[in-house]
């Protein structure tokens, strides 16, 4: 077998943006992302409380919708927690299969959403892989959009 480079293989999309995710500022929803072309999916979140802020959990839910925009969308497995210090930093993994998603219901995109107590800076990024390839067909996923 070939060398094949991470970035061959792996599709990376910056899901959701750093940014302050306190509930009571918002709940974010990241970018939707297509598992069309993918057999699994990690999402990574990266998370920061601030240091005038008190001791917390911090969530991170992948979600599932009909579309880019949404429509429909609804919670894919269970949510990960950390429970974070005052200026601690954290990280959570959430994965989920394709196979996972509602497809009798036309469920093809994935996101995520995130959640604090308090004031809290988080970002996400989803790495989407297995690509749904012939074999020996791996022509650079990451250069490829095939959301």
């Not at 293989?9 to 959701?16: F, N």
């Not at 500022?25 to 005038?52: D, H, I, L, Y």
């Not at 880019?68 to 601690?88: C, I, M, Q, R, Y």
């Not at 994965?95 to 093809?108: I, T, Y």
């Amino acid at each position: 077998m070939k060398d094949i480079k991470f970035q061959e293989q792996v599709k990376t999309d910056i899901s959701l943006d750093v940014q302050n995710i306190a509930s009571e500022v918002s709940t974010p929803n990241g970018q939707w992302v297509s598992m069309e072309e993918f057999r699994r999916a990690v999402a990574v979140m990266v998370t920061e409380k601030g240091p005038a802020t008190a001791p917390g959990e911090v969530t991170l839910q992948l979600r599932q919708a009909k579309d880019e925009d949404g429509d429909g969308a609804k919670n894919l497995g269970d949510e990960v927690s950390v429970t974070l210090a005052t200026d601690e930093a954290g990280l959570l993994v959430a994965e989920a299969m394709a196979d996972e998603l509602d497809h009798a219901n036309d469920f093809k995109y994935i996101g995520v959403q995130a959640n604090a107590a308090e004031d809290t800076d988080a970002g996400v990024v989803i790495h989407r892989y297995m690509g749904r390839y012939k074999d020996g067909d791996y022509d650079e996923a990451s250069k490829v959009d095939l959301s």
